[in-house]
């Protein structure tokens, strides 16, 4: 069974600084990772998908990359903002047959201090 | 507005009392998605559709029933089965099969029990 681990649980940094949250998985056998935001109370707004066949995606001031072989991906954060606060979950896609379905991580929650 | 739309924001459960959530989407979706989230962890799976009049079970569906008449509608209800209701209830949907299947999700219910 999937199972889906991110680590730290809770980050707190001051404003401008670089991060990194990781996010790590047990079966290789994914069709792709997810990265999404979650604000307080609301629902989730997705990031940045990377496909198994990948090994990085960007938009602005995020990077992930994805590792399959071990299993890893991280979350690059480039000069922090208050505005980034939220917190940050990792999703797998497994490769089978049918379904689409995700496995989630239990989330890092990021505070940016200004 | 094109969008998935949840209600309603809260609900209060009162002992015995089924109860069910409404999630609507106008994105021409063929996968829907019903996940829960308990305070300071990731989302688990409850129950999911990939075509109308078909639904499968998630990882924790005990206590929980769908339904699919309509491509646009997926209500959960919740069941005086569920022993633990109180959580933030959200909905998602995707193109279903293929890449990339990003999903897209509501806003969210909060459940509490009285």
Same mark, same amino acid.
Request: proline fraction near 5%.
């Given at each position: ?18 991060l ?16 999404? @935001? ?23 001031? =995020?990077?992930?990359? =994805?590792d399959?072989?071990?299993? @890893? ?9 208050? &505005?980034?606060?939220?917190?940050? =979950? ?6 089978? %047959?049918?379904?689409? @379905?995700? %496995?989630?991580?239990? &989330? ?7 | 507005?094109?969008?998935i ?13 089924? #109860? ?12 829907? !998605?019903?996940?829960r ?10 129950? !999911?559709?990939?075509? #109308? ?12 029933? #769908? ?8 209500? *959960?209800? #919740? ?25 897209y ?5 909060? *459940?509490?029990?009285?």
């Amino acid at each position: 069974k999937q199972e889906v681990t991110q680590i730290p649980a809770a980050l707190s940094v001051p404003e401008g600084e670089n991060l990194v949250l990781n996010c790590s998985f047990t079966d290789s056998a994914i069709y792709n990772l997810q990265w999404f @935001r979650q604000d307080p109370g609301k629902g989730l707004t997705s990031l940045l998908l990377i496909q198994s066949s990948q090994r990085e995606q960007t938009s602005g001031r =995020l990077n992930a990359s =994805l590792d399959k072989s071990s299993g @890893r991906s991280t979350l690059y954060i480039a000069a922090s903002q208050p &505005g980034d606060s939220a917190t940050y =979950l990792c999703a797998v896609r497994p490769r089978e %047959t049918s379904g689409s @379905r995700l %496995t989630f991580g239990e &989330g890092t929650q990021l505070t940016v201090n200004p | 507005d094109g969008g998935i739309t949840q209600s309603p924001k809260y609900l209060f459960r009162k002992e015995g009392q089924n #109860v069910t959530l409404s999630c609507e989407q106008n994105l021409n979706h063929d996968a829907m !998605y019903w996940y829960r989230q308990d305070p300071g962890q990731g989302l688990r799976l409850i129950y !999911y559709s990939q075509i #109308v009049n078909d639904f499968q079970k998630g990882d924790i569906a005990e206590g929980y029933s #769908v339904s699919r008449e309509k491509k646009e509608s997926f209500p *959960l209800t #919740v069941t005086s089965a569920q022993k633990n209701p109180t959580a933030f209830y959200l909905c998602a949907s995707s193109t279903g099969q293929g890449q990339p299947n990003i999903q897209y999700f509501g806003a969210g219910t909060r *459940l509490s029990v009285l």
